[in-house]
């Protein structure tokens, strides 16, 4: 026996698809799919692992699998990476001569008298 919750998967998604496009004043239900997938892979970045699979285990079927579709543990790794190569070359705070950032500042005010 199926569990009723994937026999009415595509029609209940199509009942979100239609109200979120209507809420939003979207033109169509592709808009809506894809303003869906943008704000919940926004959220999905701002949690930990644990507190998007509890929030993933609420959602109906195919929005769980909507907000956990190419997800990569890696790229949640990459960021922390990035992070710690920018606080080794900037510090903190950003504020070293070396820090690109700061660097591109300084020669973006040279011109201007403001070096």
């Known amino acids: 026996m199926v ?8 029609s209940d998604f199509l009942g979100f698809s239609v109200a ?4 939003a004043a979207l033109a169509s ?7 869906t997938q943008g704000v919940l892979q926004t959220f999905r970045r701002r949690l930990s692992f644990e ?8 959602l ?12 990569a543990q890696r790229s949640r790794e990459r960021r922390s990476e990035i992070g710690r190569r920018w606080n080794a070359r900037c510090g903190a705070s950003g504020r070293t001569t070396t820090c690109p950032l700061r660097t591109r500042s ?10």
């Not at 979120?20 to 809420?23: L, Q, S, V």
């Open 106 to 115: 300084s020669a973006w005010r040279e011109p201007f008298g403001r070096a």
């Open 29 to 35: 239900t592709h808009q809506a799919y894809t303003m």
């Open 51 to 58: 507190e998007a699979m509890a929030f993933a285990n609420v």
């Open 60 to 71: 109906p079927l195919l929005l769980r699998a909507l907000f956990v579709t190419d997800w």
């Open 20 to 23: 979120a496009r209507d809420f």
């Open 3 to 10: 569990p009723t919750e994937f026999e009415r998967a595509s």
